[in-house]
């Protein structure tokens, strides 16, 4: 008979733990940064959970604070560089080295640590590359995961909020990692086994419960009247045109105008039923009134979301749900799904004339997140998906062997502020890459995977563009009066718009003052409320009544 | 405050007999106001400006120019409060009140 053992590192350090802790699972949280200490050996790789939702904060604040002539040359692996201990760990001396997808909180010392030369970045990632990696050769050492509930037997509850546990301890417990896991509670029995107890080697009871960022929840009121009318000409203009079904949406305004003119705008436009039926998302707020008016019909959801967790349960018919009735997410998964929708949209910081964008700018290292998976031609051979054939015929109708296409819908902005073009003739990316030491630019979304770029200007259909010099003037002709909107080539513009590559407002028979704030199906937080039957609880920020 | 003031000739377009004057937009931070009324400019359109923000001269004949030779509206008289609105802003608030005051 032949039995698994651990490895012989990882098995040195089971020992070392049960002469120091006794035996059991459960590690006072007290004595966190000794046990730390002990499972951690310098040069490890170590895996720490935390996306732009939940954050392991009790776990990274411990291992900022061990003892660097002990450990040191630690490499870092994160989603989310979301808290300020996860670069105390380089300036403590700790660690050397990163690999992330995102680092939105902390860009701006990020990049300031990189080029000073504190922190030697691997790369900067999408979510499902660096998952991929730690199955590839990113094996952890050590992995410090987050959970809602743990029983003694290390049996998790993650819940609503799954997220990338089953990915990070995939990769972890059979390649013999160590794995620890951060707890709001320990209990006698879990609420439901999230991830069997066999895969943990150890829990802690944090302080307090784990961090966890209400990103996905947008105010109707900051919806201004210029993202109402790109809502309504991306509505008009490619959803109408379509009838995607499965789609993903970004985590922006001008996605949550959408989402708020579907029960509205989008019946007028006759896409109830037909289109936006299946999506890839988190349980926005401002996808309510699409769900209680019957638009939706599935939801596969990434993350969950603050205070939606009550009128999530009471719809099993949309959202995934555990026997216990709440939700289960899954972001490998809900990455993968959303990367094989029909359609993607999003926003983004900077775009130049060739549609290329980032959001890493000169002084921010901010990352990407989700948008270069879910933003991305995926080379389906989805051939019964209308959307995916009729975008694919304008890209490649003209082409020997015919194929689908994903559509790939960036919504911006002309500007962010009076002095801040979206448009730019050069990413600053390139300057991050000089900067960084980058071999590449750190692009978030390539040119050619961008089927339509959307500003207060009109839209520009990439698809239909025959080369890269006409690719060129449909951006610059929606760029409106940024550097590159004014350097555009009139005539080549006008050339364009005949022959429907750019759309105005007014070729699509919208009016500018159509677009107002009545149409949205909810003004203010508090309609969300209401129109959620009294289940939506959103966090005390949003309360203002 | 800056006040800056710009004609046009070339328009062909009138507003609609008997319109009155017509407001859209509001004063807020990142917004603007535009009070669009109609004038006998001799064919001439006027643009007066009141804005927090000065140096952005080019920018606003930029997007009076671009509004002209889209609208091409004359004798009227567009009168705007601006609180550091980003020139999109500027151009869709212009169009509303045009809709309004064209619109018979």
């Known amino acids: 008979m032949h039995m698994a053992l651990p490895s012989a590192s990882k098995h040195e350090k089971l020992s070392s733990v049960e002469k120091g802790f006794g035996p059991g699972k459960v590690i006072p949280a007290a004595r966190t940064v000794e046990f730390l200490e002990t499972v951690i050996r310098s040069g490890d790789r170590i895996i720490h959970e935390g996306d732009n939702q939940k954050q392991g904060d009790f776990l990274i604040e411990q291992l900022a604070r061990m003892n660097p002539s002990k450990i040191h040359d630690l490499e870092l692996c994160a989603s989310c560089l979301g808290l300020p201990e996860h670069l105390d760990l380089f300036e403590n001396g700790l660690a050397s080295r990163v690999n992330f997808a995102y680092a939105g909180p902390v860009g701006a010392r990020l990049a300031e640590m990189v080029f000073d030369g504190k922190v030697k970045i691997g790369a900067i990632h999408t979510y499902v590359e660096l998952y991929a990696r730690y199955f590839a050769e990113l094996i952890p050492d050590v992995v410090c995961l987050v959970a809602i509930e743990a029983d003694r037997d290390g049996n998790l509850y993650t819940g609503g909020n799954t997220e990338e546990t089953p990915a990070l301890i995939e990769a972890a417990t059979f390649r013999g990692a160590i794995v620890v896991v951060q707890v709001n509670k320990i209990v006698d029995k879990v609420s439901r086994v999230d991830i069997p107890g066999e895969w943990v080697d150890f829990v802690v009871e944090s302080p307090k419960p784990f961090h966890l960022e209400a990103l996905f929840t947008k105010d109707p009121a900051m919806i201004d009247e210029t993202r109402i009318l790109m809502a309504m000409m991306t509505m008009k203009g490619i959803y109408a045109k379509y009838l995607p079904k499965v789609l993903n949406h970004g985590v922006g305004f001008n996605t949550a105008a959408i989402e708020l003119l579907l029960p509205t705008y989008g019946v007028e436009l006759g896409l109830k039923g037909k289109a936006c039926t299946h999506w890839a998302l988190n349980p926005h707020p401002t996808m309510i009134p699409a769900i209680k008016t019957g638009f939706v019909e599935a939801i596969a959801c990434i993350g969950g979301e603050v205070g939606m967790e009550r009128f999530v349960s009471a719809h099993p018919e949309i959202f995934p749900l555990g026997r216990d009735g709440n939700l289960r997410s899954n972001r490998f998964f809900g990455q993968i799904t959303g990367h094989f929708a029909d359609m993607f949209v999003g926003a983004t910081l900077q775009i130049d004339p060739l549609g290329n964008s980032s959001t890493v700018t000169a002084s921010r290292l901010v990352g990407f997140g989700g948008a270069p998976n879910f933003g991305a031609e995926n080379r389906s051979r989805r051939h019964l998906s209308p959307a995916f054939l009729k975008a694919g015929k304008e890209a490649h109708g003209h082409e020997a062997m015919p194929q689908g296409r994903k559509l790939v819908v960036q919504i911006v902005e002309t500007f962010q502020a009076a002095n801040k073009p979206t448009f730019l003739e050069r990413l600053e990316a390139w300057d991050a890459m000089e900067k960084a030491g980058f071999e590449i630019p750190p692009v978030m979304i390539y040119g050619d995977d961008v089927s339509h770029i959307v500003t207060e200007e009109g839209i520009a259909n990439l698809l239909l563009c025959r080369s890269f010099e006409e690719r060129e003037q449909a951006v610059r002709g929606v760029a409106g009066f940024t550097p590159v909107g004014l350097k555009r080539d009139h005539k080549a513009v006008e050339n364009l718009r005949d022959r429907g590559i750019i759309q105005r407002a007014e070729d699509l028979g919208i009016r500018k003052s159509d677009a107002s704030r009545d149409r949205l199906a909810a003004l203010s937080i508090h309609d969300l409320v209401r129109w959620s039957g009294g289940l939506y609880n959103p966090p005390s920020r949003f309360r203002n009544w | ?104």
């Open chain 2, 1 to 104: 405050m800056e006040h800056l003031k710009w004609e046009f000739d070339g328009g062909v377009n009138p507003p609609a007999p008997g319109k009155s004057p017509c407001m859209v937009g509001v004063v807020a931070s990142s917004n603007l106001e535009v009070l669009a009324q109609p004038a006998d400019l001799g064919g001439k359109c006027r643009f007066e400006v009141a804005t927090t923000v000065a140096h952005f001269d080019e920018a606003w004949k930029a997007v009076f120019e671009d509004f002209m030779e889209r609208q091409k509206p004359r004798d009227v008289i567009f009168a705007i409060n601006d609180f550091a609105a980003i020139p999109p802003v500027v151009s869709i608030r212009l169009d509303q009140a045009w809709e309004t005051l064209s619109a018979s």
